[in-house]
């Protein structure tokens, strides 16, 4: 049994038994920048690109089961820069009038808190992306930093090292093998240890998932396809872009298939073997601190970063299936016509803005549960399509039409709730939330979403952690984004009592996990905001 089982459990009590270090105050002044610095490299700017209409969140996610699959067409570059700028280039500002504890700084531009299409843990955005271009891409070959404050790719080093990439990823990788195009994920700890310390690993983890979901309903929705590697050779891909994995982990590999890659032969990893990037990212903070519960499940994690799961190794962690009891049928998910830019763009947390006076209606708690748990499958080397999911999710209904308050369990294939629990939970959810940013009681419902993960590190291991992480981050950020296309508010939070959900939801003996509450609800109508797009 591997540390990660620990930091789990830590996870889950953290709330009754704190984490190290006990009583630990960010100093805000002396943070990490929301991005990585690179000084004196070339850049080069990308463009926006157009984004068609019937790129439709409805193909991206394909909750009706009618739309075709995505991965017919390449990219190229102006589908990557996109496809970029859509998850985590920043796209508009937020200065709404909402119930965060950074209100008061919103309006002060050194602190402005800048809108991306991503979700991100305190909107910290810890997420390092980096293009490794081979012959057949529009550049010189080499490795880029995207710039997210800038919408660039940052040279970082040139000549072809696409190979190395290759040869970390090893037999049995996804995607395109021929590719010389791939992205890499990396996860600066300290952009977001500096505020959450020893339970940054548990923040950073979600992030992942959720950008790497916004990537798959991007692209699939344009008839592209992507599709995620968390196996691979950590340390060869950090040596690589020059970075320790104690301050940056190596999370996720995307090979892409690229316009005209099929003409280039792929690179021999023996010519890049040696070659490393040589520019450092320069630092904010004055100081900068460890943790060890980072460090730890940072070195974990990495440990069997190569030992890809075989097909139907993670079928003993699945979800466990419904009981017997009696069911009630949901109507069917509604078809979601926005376009996935626009859908991405208007996402945003409502922070306090909920209104129980407007309750929601069956058929929009239907499509969001529905779409919820299509994002629980990442694709790649995450699962095989014929593995069954591995998260679950339970609805507390508080404020929902033709549905009587509750608990209940959701059951995906059938499209059915099972009732858990009778009679209203408002009180229970605030309860049981500990920041002041959200009246729970007054979402139309708060989905909960769980996973074995003790089962899933039991089956492949402490980089298993990843997986299930990202597995919930996925359905974040799927949810938000339906939310977003049905007009609906949206927010998901982390401070809740795990203990009390379990118990409440009566799980104590099938392993499940509560990582994740998503509260679901109409608004107060007419919010003031501030329209910095037109001053």
């Given at each position: 049994?591997?540390?990660?089982h ?6 889950m009590?953290?709330?009754r ?10 100093n ?5 920048r ?5 000084p ?7 463009p ?11 193909r991206?996610?394909?909750?009706s089961g ?6 017919e067409?390449?990219f190229?570059?102006?589908?990557l820069s996109?496809?970029?700028l ?11 009038v ?5 209100l008061?700084?919103l309006?002060?531009?050194?602190l402005?808190?800048?809108?991306r299409?991503t ?10 992306i ?12 080499g ?6 404050r800038?919408?660039?790719?940052q040279?970082?080093?040139t000549?072809?090292v ?7 990823l090893?037999e ?14 990396g996860?600066?700890?300290?952009q ?16 992942l998932g959720?950008?790497?979901q916004?990537?798959?309903?991007w ?12 196996w691979f050779d950590?340390?060869r ?10 301050e940056e982990g190596i999370f ?6 690229w316009?005209?890659?099929e ?8 010519t ?6 040589r ?7 004055r ?13 974990a994690t990495?440990e ?12 003993p ?5 419904l ?7 949901l109507?069917?998910a ?5 376009d ?7 996402r945003r947390?409502s ?6 006076r407007?309750?929601i ?8 549960l529905?779409?919820?748990?299509a ?6 080397d995450?699962?095989h399509?014929?593995d ?10 508080s ?9 209940y369990?959701?059951?995906?294939d ?5 009732l ?9 959810l ?6 002041a ?5 007054q ?19 402490d980089r298993?952690?990843?997986?299930v992480?990202?597995?919930?981050g996925?359905m974040a ?5 339906a939310?977003?296309?049905?007009e ?9 009592d795990n ?6 939801l009566?799980?104590e003996d099938t ?14 109508p007419?919010p003031a905001d501030f329209r910095?797009e037109?001053a």
């Amino acid at each position: 049994m591997g540390y990660a089982h620990d930091y789990a459990a830590a996870i889950m009590r953290r709330n009754r038994v704190g984490m190290e270090p006990i009583g630990f105050v960010p100093n805000w002044p002396d943070g990490p920048r929301k991005t990585k610095y690179y000084p004196g490299v070339d850049s080069l700017p990308l463009p926006t690109g157009d984004y068609p209409a019937e790129a439709t969140l409805e193909r991206g996610l394909d909750l009706s089961g009618t739309e075709p699959p995505g991965g017919e067409r390449p990219f190229d570059l102006a589908a990557l820069s996109g496809m970029l700028l859509d998850s985590y280039g920043l796209t508009g500002r937020r200065l709404g009038v909402q119930a965060n504890s950074d209100l008061n700084a919103l309006p002060f531009y050194p602190l402005a808190n800048w809108s991306r299409g991503t979700a991100s843990g305190g909107g910290l955005y810890p997420l390092s992306i980096y293009w490794i271009s081979g012959p057949s891409g529009p550049l010189p070959p080499g490795v880029h930093y995207y710039a997210t404050r800038h919408h660039a790719m940052q040279r970082l080093l040139t000549g072809d090292v696409s190979g190395e990439v290759r040869a970390a990823l090893g037999e049995g990788a996804p995607g395109p093998g021929s590719t010389d195009q791939y992205l890499v994920v990396g996860v600066k700890h300290w952009q977001n240890a500096f505020k959450y310390n020893s339970f940054s690993f548990h923040v950073v983890s979600m992030d992942l998932g959720a950008a790497v979901q916004t990537w798959r309903m991007w692209a699939r929705a344009r008839g592209l396809s992507v599709e995620p590697a968390l196996w691979f050779d950590e340390e060869r891909l950090a040596r690589l872009l020059g970075v320790r994995t104690e301050e940056e982990g190596i999370f996720a590999v995307i090979p892409l298939a690229w316009e005209g890659g099929e003409r280039s032969a792929p690179a021999a990893p023996t010519t890049a073997a040696n070659a490393s990037v040589r520019h450092r990212d320069v630092e904010r903070s004055r100081t900068v601190l460890t943790f060890d519960a980072v460090l730890t499940m940072q070195a974990a994690t990495a440990e069997q970063a190569t030992a890809r799961p075989a097909p139907g190794a993670l079928a003993p962690a699945a979800a466990p299936p419904l009981g017997e009891s009696e069911r009630l049928p949901l109507p069917p998910a509604e078809p979601l016509t926005t376009d996935v830019r626009t859908a991405l763009r208007s996402r945003r947390s409502s922070f306090g803005r909920f209104d129980a006076r407007r309750p929601i209606s069956a058929a929009q708690l239907a499509t969001c549960l529905a779409a919820a748990q299509a994002g629980a499958r990442l694709g790649g080397d995450t699962g095989h399509t014929e593995d069954p999911p591995l998260a679950k999710l339970y609805a507390i209904v508080s404020h929902t039409e033709g549905i009587t308050p509750g608990a209940y369990a959701y059951d995906p294939d059938a499209h059915e709730l099972q009732l858990v629990k009778d009679g209203p939970l408002g009180l229970f959810l605030q309860k049981n939330y500990f920041l002041a940013n959200y009246n729970l009681e007054q979402a139309g419902a708060v989905l909960v979403a769980t996973v074995r993960t003790a089962a899933v590190l039991d089956a492949v291991g402490d980089r298993g952690y990843r997986l299930v992480n990202a597995t919930i981050g996925a359905m974040a950020q799927t949810l938000y984004t339906a939310s977003s296309a049905m007009e609906l508010g949206c927010g998901v939070a982390l401070g809740f009592d795990n203990i009390s959900y379990i118990e409440e939801l009566g799980i104590e003996d099938t392993g499940e996990a509560p990582l994740l509450i998503m509260m679901i609800g109409n608004e107060r109508p007419d919010p003031a905001d501030f329209r910095h797009e037109i001053a």
